[in-house]
């Protein structure tokens, strides 16, 4: 988490809203919102405001439901620390975190801000069970770019992804589910009515994120909800394109399943208003009524859903026909994307991996079982995570951005850092550029670390740099060396390695993109247009 310093001057209240303060006090400002007036602190050459509410607490009558506006205030709002984050399981699942009232967001800024700065939203990730905002430090990324970085929260679990018929009777728009999706709308409509104030400008925002953040772009993209709100878009680890039976969005038929299974273990199955009964429940028994693990899991018990409203259709299906949101692209992965997931795994013997390879292959085992030999890896447990890690992420990633740059700028990339540093420590096996590694490198902060290398402080300016680029102008060619567009013909990406990084072509080739997609059984075949194009 984020360390909050608050400076002498300000004092520790236990209420968000407190009396007013001098702006003038050395260590502290006060910017004028819509809704009321916040004061947050000067830390060097950046400010920061934290804990800012941009929808009201959804409790109560409002779990549920999708987000509200937040009431104004008299007084001066505390924006020193953040704002609780939305209620998750801790990573052991033996604890409840985090709070229902959750609906806050980061602000952080250059000191003296100026005016007209563009301004990047970052939707943090954790297979949409858990994280947040603040878990993400702004102050290099606004320093170094001149920028505003926003970090946001949005609910999570059940409370933000619970998708079931029985709710969507009740619904005004006759929908359920991706109340998390919506959540972040709201916050980028509060960035749009409120950046101003903090020196930013609204008609200039590119929202990005990792993971579940990085899918929750993909799906804003094919959101007509968020139109106009967002001028480019930041994909790291997003797979937001299903390649079936692998699903990265479902059905609401799909995901009535696990939303019965829900209802009926907090016994509101038979009841006659199963929204009102499902409100009355505890928290903690309503986020252990049905729990998900964030590791190992292909498919997670809580996702985002298309309901025909906030997601109309499957995404694959609306960038084919043209219907999303035309902005300007950076999609990327990690070149070992699947170790994170499997390095803490039960161990496999070699039978037991090619039997598992076999049963998920179908009729392609035998060329499944040529790319992924056991004998070609370490342990067969780093077998299973490559392919994870390229069934599961970066084909569908890729699968996107092709679909994506017929129509619109994307520019591709691959983290490919080998010793990049994880986000666990003593893993059984090297990790390489896992997953959620080349974090650090945008943000900053991998070049503070005592043990990196010249090489590695490198790479995190330069990837920086182009992330500053492409918030600035939408287009990051603007750093050396240049980062083509991607391309039908070409098929170029930019490999990020410490000190080495260049244009590759051989993507595709080396995560056996065509063997996965001849697996899809969407019939959208993801990396190509149906027309062949």
């Known amino acids: ?89 801790s990573f052991s699942g033996s604890r409840l975190e985090g709070s229902e009232d959750c609906l806050y967001l980061n602000v952080y800024t250059p000191n003296p801000a100026g005016s007209g700065l563009p301004v990047m939203v970052w939707i943090h990730g954790g297979s949409f069970i858990m994280g947040s905002g603040a878990d993400y430090d702004g102050t290099m990324l606004a320093q170094k770019g001149n920028l505003i970085v926003v970090t946001i929260n949005y609910r999570l679990g059940p409370l933000g992804f619970l998708a079931s018929r029985s709710i969507e009777r009740t619904s005004p728009d006759h929908t359920s589910g991706n109340y998390g999706i919506m959540d972040q709308q709201v916050a980028f409509k509060w960035v749009k009515e409120n950046i101003a104030a903090f020196g930013g400008d609204p008609s200039r925002v590119t929202i990005a994120g990792e993971s579940a953040g990085g899918q929750s772009v993909g799906l804003q993209i094919v959101s007509p ?46 009841a006659y208003d199963v929204l009102a009964c499902l409100r009355d429940q505890p928290l903690d028994q309503v986020m252990r009524a049905l729990p998900a693990s964030p590791i190992g899991q292909a498919e997670p018990v809580w996702a985002p859903v298309i309901d025909g409203h906030v997601v109309p ?26 170790t994170l997931f499997m390095a803490y795994g039960q161990q496999l013997s070699v039978a037991q991996y090619d039997a598992g390879l076999r049963h998920w292959s179908g009729d392609k085992a035998p060329q499944a079982l040529e790319a992924y030999p056991a004998s070609k890896y370490s342990t067969p447990l780093q077998a299973l995570a490559a392919v994870f890690g390229d069934r599961i992420l970066s084909c569908p990633i890729i699968g996107a951005t092709e679909l994506l740059s017929t129509q619109v700028p994307v520019f591709q990339y691959e983290f490919n850092d080998p010793h990049a540093p994880g986000l666990f420590p003593n893993p059984p096996f090297p990790l390489g550029a896992s997953h959620g590694s080349e974090i ?23 990837m ?70």
């Not at 797979?239 to 039976?245: A, H, L, N, V």
């Not at 299906?317 to 999609?331: E, H």
């Not at 980062?483 to 260049?502: E, F």
């Open 1 to 89: 988490m984020i360390a909050i310093l608050c400076s002498a001057a300000l004092a520790v209240i236990s209420h968000p809203l407190a009396a007013g303060a001098d702006s003038a006090t050395s260590g502290v400002v006060v910017v004028k919102t819509r809704p009321g007036s916040v004061r947050g602190l000067i830390n060097g050459h950046t400010r920061k405001f934290m804990g800012i509410p941009f929808a009201a607490p959804p409790v109560g009558k409002l779990r549920w439901e999708p987000p509200q506006p937040h009431a104004d205030w008299t007084g001066i709002l505390d924006a020193a620390r953040p704002g609780s984050s939305c209620p998750q399981m």
């Open 225 to 270: 909800l968020a139109a106009g709100l967002f001028q480019r878009a930041i994909l790291e680890s997003g797979p937001f394109i299903s390649m079936r039976p692998i699903a990265s969005t479902r059905t609401l038929a799909e995901q009535d399943k696990h939303s019965d299974e829900f209802i009926g273990k907090l016994g509101c199955s038979g």
């Open 313 to 338: 259709t499957e995404p694959g299906d609306a960038l084919r026909a043209g219907k999303f949101n035309k902005v300007p692209v950076i999609s990327g992965s990690n070149h070992d994307e699947g």
């Open 440 to 462: 650090p490198y945008v943000f900053g902060s991998a070049s503070q670390r005592a043990s990196a290398t010249p090489e590695q402080q490198r790479l995190s300016d330069a």
């Open 464 to 533: 920086m740099q182009y992330w500053i680029d492409f918030i600035l102008t939408g287009d990051p060619d603007g750093h050396q060396p240049r980062w083509n567009r991607y391309s039908d013909t070409t098929h170029q990406v930019l490999s990020l390695a410490p000190g080495a990084i260049r244009m590759e072509s051989d993507f595709r080739a080396e995560h056996h993109c065509d063997l996965w997609e001849s697996m899809d059984t969407s019939g959208l075949r993801v990396g190509r247009a149906a027309d062949g194009q």
